[in-house]
């Protein structure tokens, strides 16, 4: 348990059962939760699962797919009397809930930038911004497989504890950067961080991003144009994870 695992999953034809073996020298105990819906597919699936003994010993552990589509978390807890959970509905690309008062943009919440913080009908939904970024991602051109499991690993390396949801910015995302892009930068140094990008040398700098449609691409955060079909290795094309949270 406490493993990260990647999945690609097909559409469910009916809820989903997780099994879960705790073993000793002497005995081996098998438990299963069925889910209270289908898995859908090209959604992020996020297993938590606790277990309590007789003399209060807990045992914890999550497995984790990165982000695709959206989030969906399973949270169980088992013992010997059977098991309690929750579950989210698949939906908007989310990290979650959070409590207490949402930050201001261009500040940082639990190590990550707050790009955004936008407040309607009661609830704040906040855009984070990992500060750390990868590039040159080595992936087979023109295989969309291939670059998913190269963002994903890349993602899995930047993603923040206490966070959930991490992913691909869309499009719009890295359009709004783009138009403020001065104001991120200046923010970032004041606040002792990496910047988006500095146009150097002549060089031409990208960001992965996800479509819609679910393919991976790249934006051009000067120019402002997308590439299909991104090259391997590039130094110049680099990747942020993104987040989604929502203030009640």
């Known amino acids: 348990m406490g493993k990260h695992i990647h999945a690609y999953l097909p559409e469910a034809s009916g809820p989903a059962t997780i099994k879960v073996s ?21 959604y992020k699936i996020r297993i938590t699962g606790t277990y309590t003994d007789e003399s209060g010993i807990t045992l914890n552990g999550t497995m984790t797919g990165v982000a695709w589509e959206g989030t969906k978390d399973i949270i169980f807890n088992f013992d010997e009397n059977g098991s309690t959970s929750s579950e989210n509905n698949p939906g908007d690309i989310t990290g979650g ?3 207490g008062e949402a930050p201001a943009a261009g ?3 639990k190590g990550c930038y707050v790009l955004k913080s936008v407040t309607s009908g009661g609830a704040t ?19 969309q497989a291939s ?25 719009e995302e890295m359009v709004y950067v783009k ?12 606040l002792g961080q990496d910047i988006i990008v500095e146009k150097s040398g002549g060089s031409v700098y990208s960001y992965y991003f996800m479509t819609s449609s679910g393919e991976i691409n790249t934006y051009n955060i000067f120019r402002g144009d997308t590439d299909n079909n991104p090259n391997s290795g590039l130094k110049s094309v680099i990747l942020r994870a993104f987040a989604t949270v929502t203030f009640k």
């Open 97 to 99: 809930e959070e409590t």
């Open 125 to 143: 939904t906040v855009t984070l911004v990992s500060t750390g970024s990868r590039n040159a991602l080595t992936f087979t051109r023109g295989n």
């Open 107 to 109: 500040s940082l919440y």
């Open 179 to 190: 138009e403020n892009l001065e104001t991120i930068n200046g923010n970032l140094t004041n």
């Open 22 to 42: 705790l073993a000793t020298r002497n005995i081996t105990k098998s438990y299963s939760y069925s889910c209270t819906d289908e898995l859908k597919a090209n």
């Open 147 to 171: 670059v998913s499991e190269a963002v994903n690993n890349a993602i899995a390396e930047l993603a923040t504890d206490g966070i959930t949801g991490w992913r691909l910015p869309s499009l």
